[in-house]
């Protein structure tokens, strides 16, 4: 590919032609020229470089026009997601019937497009507002592009801390400007509830915060003595998820059970094994780690969650959230295993043992989800006690869960805590901020390969892609966020749409060379990346404890 253009995530080819390079320059002129199926792309397009470029982009077709359309050949060729761009419209507008083609094989291969034409503006075309009157000036390729993976995502933990809405549109906006599609939200765990359920307003009355907060990891001896917490709205949701389908982004919405929920049996105790803690005494969680506070296997818990889970799919529309997450993960049994509750549960239910409830759980999700029409997924410990049909799985724990689940026929997305769990430290140094986890450099995350190596052509075909997880619990703000996401997001971009060779083929020093202009996007994007050349003072959290942990564990 030609690498002057600097293209992140890189596209599949790039023509430059021989005779007659040039540039040309979008002007006052340039008009937008929309067919129909591409108006989510040109709204885009008018918000986003207009701001950035002060140019109008008034409707209207003719020789200055960008010119949006969706195209068969594109789709027979590229997929839906798959585009080719071409701006070799002639530098002063006079012979071809458009100055810069995009065409989509649907409306998000115009989307992506859109996005690869940003790129090729510059990195000013990634402010909000023009700061110099100098020209808008393109080369002259064609792009023709698709992306590897149809789920290409980011999962962000907005219950360890609670990330304002605002910041959460602009998460998206990120996601968008590296041709990610899925936005995993986090929305609930022990330390708190952040979607407004109408039916059960104390989830988010109480559960939406908590008086004190671990300072660094939960070995460190220090707290933030101050009420932090925070909720979205219903109307936020909507907001959020409608912001999400502009930009061909899916969401899919996280509800944790039966573990992970301390936060919800702090707002109703008897969700909890109440025959054996005093639930009421509990308050949503202030520190980190397991939680053996665990929901109460019985039929009132999943009513209570059945009216959850309505009101979360009245949110999450269908036709934008086919996945609901139901989590699944970490759940420990010391409580089923010590209450009379439980263990008559299991034998009513003819289970084996404490993780046949689990399963009860997630089955009983399973077939609620599929008869509305959506498909569960979980993390990979739904695996155990029987998967539940249809049901597709997060493989956190390394490949292994994602392998076994594939040749069993069940739907996966990659993404093993060994290699992109981005809460994972950057860098060996002492100055990393509350360095938790392994050492996964950028070049690390770059090598990662989302397909387990020997996988089965049939097995492989059940990988529907990839997210890198972003939890928070060092995290306390946008700018920590920034930090541990970036510039990792860019090389995970890169692995989930690009046409990548084998980890160790991939031509890392190209990609940096490449880095050299992303970083200057993210600077103008307002990014608060991690500089190639370690954190800015106060990027640091000198003397916080954190967990680093050494060397690089067998990926299984
Ligand atoms: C997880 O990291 N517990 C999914």
């Not at 100098?134 to 999962?155: C, H, I, K, M, Q």
């Amino acid at each position: 590919m030609a690498d002057d253009l600097d293209l992140i995530p890189a596209p599949l080819t790039v023509e430059q032609p021989g005779s007659a390079p040039g540039r040309f320059t979008l002007d006052e002129r340039t008009t937008l020229d929309a067919d129909a199926g591409t108006e989510s792309t040109a709204r885009w397009l008018r918000a986003t470089l207009g701001a950035a470029t002060g140019l109008p982009f008034a409707a209207g077709a003719g020789p200055h026009a960008v010119r949006l359309r969706i195209s068969e050949e594109v789709a027979r060729e590229h997929g839906p997601e798959g585009y080719r761009l071409s701006t070799d419209g002639s530098p002063d507008g006079s012979a071809a019937d458009a100055a810069v083609v995009i065409e989509g094989g649907g409306p998000a291969g115009v989307f992506w497009g859109a996005q690869t034409l940003r790129q090729l503006l510059g990195p000013d075309a990634y402010r909000k507002a023009p700061v110099t009157a100098g020209e808008w000036s393109l080369p002259r390729v064609t792009v023709r592009d698709a992306p590897r993976f149809g789920w290409r995502g980011l999962l962000l933990d907005v219950s360890r801390h609670f990330l304002p809405k605002d910041d959460v549109l602009r998460q998206l906006d990120l996601l968008a400007a590296h041709k990610l599609n899925v936005f995993h939200f986090h929305l609930t765990d022990d330390q708190g509830w952040r979607i407004e359920i109408k039916r059960h307003p104390k989830l988010t009355e109480v559960g939406a915060w908590r008086s004190r907060t671990k300072w660094g990891h939960r070995a460190s001896p220090l707290w933030t003595e101050a009420p932090h917490g925070g909720f979205y709205t219903q109307d936020d949701i909507r907001e959020i998820v409608a912001h999400a389908a502009e930009r061909h982004i899916t969401v899919v919405p996280e509800i944790d059970l039966p573990g992970h929920a301390q936060a919800a049996i702090a707002a109703y105790p008897e969700l909890g094994n109440t025959d054996v803690v005093d639930t009421a005494a509990l308050t949503v969680w202030d520190t980190w780690g397991v939680n053996p506070n665990v929901l109460a296997p019985t039929e009132a818990v999943l009513r209570f969650y059945e009216g959850v889970f309505e009101e979360v799919l009245g949110l999450f529309p269908a036709a934008t959230s086919p996945f609901v997450h139901v989590g699944g993960d970490e759940c420990p049994k010391d409580q089923w295993k010590a209450s009379p509750t439980a263990q008559a549960r299991i034998k009513e239910l003819g289970l084996a043992d404490e993780d046949g409830l689990q399963s009860w759980f997630i089955r009983h999700f399973d077939r609620w989800l599929a008869a509305r029409g959506r498909r569960l997924i979980g993390w990979d410990e739904i695996l155990e006690g029987g998967l539940a049909e249809g049901a597709a799985v997060s493989s956190w724990r390394g490949y292994a869960g994602g392998i076994t689940a594939a040749e069993a026929g069940h739907d996966v997305v990659m993404c093993p805590e060994q290699q992109v769990y981005l809460d994972h430290r950057q860098a060996p140094g002492d100055d990393e901020p509350m360095p938790i986890g392994y050492v996964r450099t950028l070049e690390d995350v770059y090598r990662f390969e989302p397909v387990p190596p020997g996988l089965s052509a049939e097995a492989a075909a059940h990988i529907l892609g990839t997210q890198a997880n972003v939890w928070t619990e060092v995290m306390e703000n946008r700018a920590r966020v920034d930090y541990q996401v970036f510039p990792r997001l860019a090389a995970f971009a890169e692995v989930a749409w690009s046409a990548l060779p084998a980890p160790d083929d991939r031509d890392y020093a190209g990609f940096e060379r490449r880095m050299d202009t992303h970083y200057r996007r993210l600077d103008a994007l307002g990014v608060d990346y991690r500089p190639p050349a370690g954190p800015h003072p106060w990027q640091r959290r000198p003397g916080v404890v954190g967990r680093p942990l050494e060397g690089t564990p067998p990926i299984v």
